[in-house]
């Protein structure tokens, strides 16, 4: 069973994470042959503010909160 989990800053739109969902799923049932019952795929939304790079948090980089 195909287990894959990505990681991502938080402010894409539902459409946008559900195409990515979408797109993961079948590159693994295609890339593997799984079933596709079998392939298990989500997202781990990481909040601006506990993301930092070279000493700057995400939401200050980006300047604010994304909206939903």
């Known amino acids: 069973m195909p287990l894959i989990e990505i990681h991502l800053l938080e402010g894409r739109s539902k459409e946008q994470k559900k195409a990515l ?5 079948r590159a693994v049932q295609e890339s593997i042959q799984a079933p596709l019952e079998t392939i298990r795929v ?3 939304e990481i909040p601006l503010d506990e ?11 980006y300047g604010k909160k994304p909206e939903k």
């Open 21 to 25: 969902l979408e797109a993961v799923t």
């Open 42 to 44: 989500w997202i781990q």
């Open 51 to 61: 993301f930092i790079t070279a000493g700057v948090l995400a939401s200050e980089k």
